[in-house]
């Protein structure tokens, strides 16, 4: 092997070790990368759920869920027969362990749910849910996704099955993810894709398949990618998790106080939690409309269903327009929403 494949492959693991510190997890085997959260909750669907599960069994979803902790279980449905089972959240969208434990029977299997919603910017209470689910021999998947910048993520803490997340979430490039998953799950689990990387030796008869994490990464690797979300991990560490979350707490109080105080908005969501995750519309105004104006002012906010068409529905609105806020994020940044809001709002009145 020469200099420079050594040092990718130095590159790519190092970046596997330092996701495994960043989560606390107690095995860098039990990282996999994906090619995202979607590409991840494809696997656990195909390489767990659909050899283990059986016709009639139960997976419980929120109708917080993105689309991508959706569709994958119900292309399960489809081949399978199983049920898929919702939770609904309250008005301010948040979830109880009571209300899932009013849904679970014998025939449920997997719990799979989210950290945080990526449009109300509600707080799970993980840690029950999962106490609760393992007390019941369920397995429980967490779309890490909008929490993994926002709230510190121990899992061994937490002690779920899987976890999932994307690159980009966590200031990272786009194209890669993670799934965290426990050993004696992998180990059991059947490869997701076929190719190079993934196979201990391969003959015109047989073929057997290499321990994981590499069995789930079949083919030429992310290597970019993965180095880069590397590199995110040390910036975002090297700034100090506590630090990061404390800001964007302040600035999401300032900024749930300012919006607040404009009669024209609607705010969605628990307005007590000051997550960085604000949804709102504006009355007599569409969110594409309020989103294209303020862009011409320099703010940058997402308009639409947010992938999130079960949450729509169950709000009875068709879209939201929505702001986040990072560890960039200042309150001159709010300043200049608010400024611009009202600037939209004139026009429309």
């Not at 016709?55 to 898929?84: C, M």
């Not at 007390?135 to 099955?161: F, M, N, P, W, Y």
Request: net charge negative; proline share 3%; aromatic share 10%.
């Amino acid at each position: 092997m020469h200099f420079l494949s050594n040092a990718s492959t130095e590159a790519f693991e190092g970046a596997r070790e330092k996701v495994k510190n960043f989560l606390n997890a107690n095995r860098v085997e039990e990282i996999v990368f994906t090619m995202g959260a979607t590409d991840a909750i494809n696997l656990v669907a195909y390489s767990y759920a659909e050899p283990n599960l059986i016709k009639d069994d139960e997976i419980i979803l929120s109708t917080l869920e993105h689309h991508s902790n959706i569709v994958p279980w119900n292309f399960l449905r489809e081949r399978k027969g199983i049920n898929i089972k919702w939770v609904d959240s309250d008005n301010n969208g948040n979830i109880s362990v009571e209300s899932i434990r009013n849904l679970v029977t014998k025939k449920t299997k997997i719990i799979a749910i989210t950290q945080m919603s990526n449009v109300l910017g509600s707080i799970i209470p993980l840690k029950e849910i999962i106490q609760f689910a393992h007390s019941k021999e369920i397995l429980v998947l967490v779309d890490g996704c909008q929490g993994i910048a926002h709230q510190e993520t121990d899992i061994r803490d937490l002690d779920c099955d899987f976890y999932v997340f994307s690159g980009h979430k966590l200031y990272g490039p786009t194209g890669v993810g993670v799934l965290y998953a426990k050993y004696e799950l992998l180990d059991k689990m059947r490869p997701w894709r076929g190719g190079g990387e993934m196979i201990k030796e391969v003959s015109k008869d047989s073929i057997s398949y290499g321990n994981p994490p590499y069995k789930f990464e079949a083919g030429t690797p992310n290597f970019v990618q993965v180095v880069g979300l590397g590199k995110a991990i040390d910036y975002f560490t090297e700034r100090n998790k506590e630090d990061i979350f404390q800001h964007e707490h302040s600035i999401s109080e300032y900024a749930y106080e300012s919006l607040s105080n404009m009669k024209a908005l609607k705010l969605y969501g628990d307005k007590n939690i000051s997550s960085p995750i604000i949804s709102f519309s504006v009355e007599g105004s569409h969110p594409h409309d309020i989103a294209t104006i303020i862009d011409n002012y320099g703010v940058a906010i997402r308009a639409g269903h947010h992938c999130a068409q079960p949450l729509m529905n169950f709000l009875g609105v068709t879209s939201t327009a929505r702001a986040s806020i990072g560890m960039y994020t200042s309150k001159e940044d709010i300043d200049n929403l608010i400024i611009s809001l009202e600037k939209a709002i004139k026009i429309f009145n």
